[in-house]
């Protein structure tokens, strides 16, 4: 090489160098604040995050509900920033071919034996009434299979088991249709972005099925069950933050999608002008994805209201975020739906309640609010400039409605709340308090977080008090037609280093029950079964360890939040891995069987 074709080169290598981002200083602009030191509540932490591959970054970035916090980054600047934070150079994360299905295996149908969507039946009961398996069978349950999800450090999304398939979706946007005897891989889909709804699964014109769920961008897919082709999409909301993550209900050829929002953290941006985004539940046709309504949970669309003292622009109402599966009632041709906290100081009578909603015509029947004024965004104060007044608690609905028909034929609405309290309201009085206890402590991630479960005579309920010592983690059952508490179990003494990463008997995670058993999760995570008569524990596998997976994808369990277990056919499944909030990364989807 000559000197003057080796001045060029090291001439072109620095231009290359200085134009490239400096993914430091944009992590530092961009994300730090949400990330680092001590994160937000409902944050992952840097640790967390960097454990993902740089491609699920980006999608999270440019594809999903960080897109405020994203707005003008160009995508090499998006990529710098991957790169920084995971400390991994961007390779295609190409789909393991080990563990695939043989050809030609036993046609798709459906079956009333499985676990179908959120909780199993439209009345979200989260009970398995024939599970294949009896309760002197719990203790001697054996881990049979274990997938491991590859390019995420997250296992958020519940499967759904039908037709012995179980379909699953992931942190890095990948569906899979498994075999539920023995993990094996029959297709797998690559949505636009992450996976945290569970999957509903129904019949469709033509003799197919198809496999429904929502994504952390907004989108709902259907997919060809058998095949895992793409039938149609369609983007639900429009609002930047919005996302899907309760997953939807299907009943009679209509498909009710539940979107929530994270805007919560995007107020937490300077120069955001908050806040804009309001909750829904929206009809589509099972068949085409046509929207049939849209049916807010704030009324009034959101008008200037204040500004703040740098001279930005507010606005109001916003919120009522609705993030768990919609409950169907048949018999009074209703849709409930659980709401969030409100995000601005613009009253609403929407927030933190039940709504009824006409599932004909999308008509708000009624709302029943439990607590008013309960505004919140993340990164506020009281007195902190451009934040709502008064700032309210959190003490949000995250769980779905359970709708239980009593032993003299009335039927009673469950419903419960971050605050720890569990209600039981009247469906013939809108939604009237015929009943509350209180079963926590609560807290913005603490009482009834992500769901409990209801047989025919009780409810279950598991409770986090996240942050809370020695109170985390009790498992509660309550009398359906008065609200009497029947027994307490305090939370299992804990086995790791107190105070350390993940080291807590919160419960977080939705749980379920069959006859006289109870699944749950914690975030230790510990996964076990409890008996329904005393709280007794009478199975206990703890999942936060390496796994061998059948499609040879490096996995580890952790904690175990957000997703409950499902019960069908003898097996038992449950995810494990859940960092955010000081929680343990993970990514294996784990089947117990006798």
């Known amino acids: 090489m000559s000197r003057m074709q080796l001045t060029l080169s090291v001439l072109l290598s620095t231009v290359t160098a200085l134009a490239a981002p400096d993914g430091t200083a944009l992590y530092d602009k961009r994300c730090g604040i949400c990330h680092d030191g001590k994160p937000q509540p409902r944050m992952p932490s840097r640790e967390e995050i960097s454990k993902r591959a740089p491609e699920e970054i980006v999608k999270a970035m440019f594809a999903g509900a960080m897109g405020p916090q994203s707005s ?17 150079e961007f390779g295609k994360i190409e789909a393991s071919t080990t563990g695939m299905c043989p050809a030609g295996g036993k046609p798709f149908r459906l079956d009333s034996t499985g676990w179908n969507g959120w909780g199993t039946d439209g009345a979200n009961t989260r009970y398995q009434a024939n599970p294949g398996l009896d309760a002197e069978q719990v203790p001697k349950l054996k881990l049979k299979w274990a997938f491991g999800f590859a390019g995420t450090s997250v296992a958020f999304a519940q499967p759904a088991v039908v037709g012995g398939r179980v379909f699953v979706g992931s942190g890095s946007g990948k569906v899979y249709s498994l075999d539920a005897a023995t ?62 993550t309760g997953a939807p209900a299907l009943f009679e050829g209509r498909l009710y999608v539940p979107v929530s929002s994270v805007e919560e953290a995007s107020s937490m941006l300077a120069d955001y002008e908050c806040c804009k985004f309001r909750g829904s539940v929206v009809a589509l046709d099972a068949a085409t994805g046509k929207q049939i309504w849209k049916s807010y949970s704030v009324t009034d669309p959101p008008k200037p209201t204040k500004k703040s003292a740098a001279g930005i622009q507010r606005f109001g109402p916003a919120g009522a975020a609705i993030w768990s599966a919609p409950t169907i009632d048949a018999k009074r041709r209703l849709v409930y739906a659980a709401t969030g906290n409100s995000y601005t100081d613009v009253d609403i009578n929407t927030s933190n309640a ?241």
């Not at 198809?210 to 909301?237: E, M």
């Not at 230790?524 to 005393?534: E, I, V």
């Not at 490096?554 to 499902?566: C, L, N, W």
């Open 354 to 594: 039940i709504l009824a909603i006409d599932m004909d015509s999308g008509s708000l029947k009624w709302a029943s609010q439990v607590l008013a004024k309960d505004n919140f965004v993340m990164g506020c104060r009281p007195g902190k400039d451009g934040c709502p007044e008064p700032m309210g608690p959190d003490h949000d609905f995250g769980s779905s409605t359970i709708l239980r028909t009593l032993p003299d034929g009335k039927q009673i609405l469950i419903a419960g709340q971050k605050s720890a309290m569990l209600y039981g309201l009247d469906p013939d009085q809108q939604g009237k308090v015929l009943w509350k206890i209180k079963l926590g402590q609560g807290g913005a991630l603490g009482g009834i977080e992500w769901g409990f479960t209801a047989d025919p005579t009780a409810a279950y309920v598991a409770v986090s008090d996240r942050f809370s010592g020695a109170t985390s983690g009790g498992l509660h059952a309550v009398r359906l037609d008065t609200g009497e508490k029947l027994w307490s179990a305090m939370p299992a003494k804990l086995d790791c280093e107190p105070r350390s990463k993940g080291c807590s008997a919160a419960k977080s995670a939705a749980i379920s029950s069959i006859p006289g058993v109870i699944f749950a999760g914690s975030v230790d995570g510990h996964f076990r079964a409890y008996s329904t008569k005393n709280g007794d524990i009478l199975w206990d596998f703890n999942t936060a360890q390496p796994f061998q997976t059948v499609n040879g994808v490096e996995a580890t369990g952790g904690s175990i939040d957000s997703a409950g277990p499902v019960i069908a056919n003898g097996m038992v499944f449950t995810n494990s891995g859940y960092g955010m909030w000081n929680g343990l990364p993970g990514n294996v989807l784990l089947a117990f069987g006798k």
């Open 183 to 244: 993990g094996c891989t029959y297709w797998s889909y690559e949505a636009a972005i992450g996976i945290r709804s569970a999957v509903s699964v129904g019949s469709i014109p033509g003799g197919r099925f198809a496999a429904y769920f929502g994504d952390t961008g907004a989108v709902v897919y259907a997919l060809d069950a058998t095949t895992g082709k793409l039938l149609w999409k369609n983007h639900v909301d429009d609002h930047p933050a919005a996302r899907v």
């Open 72 to 88: 003008g980054l160009t995508p090499e600047e998006g990529r710098a920033i991957a790169r920084y934070v995971t400390g991994k």
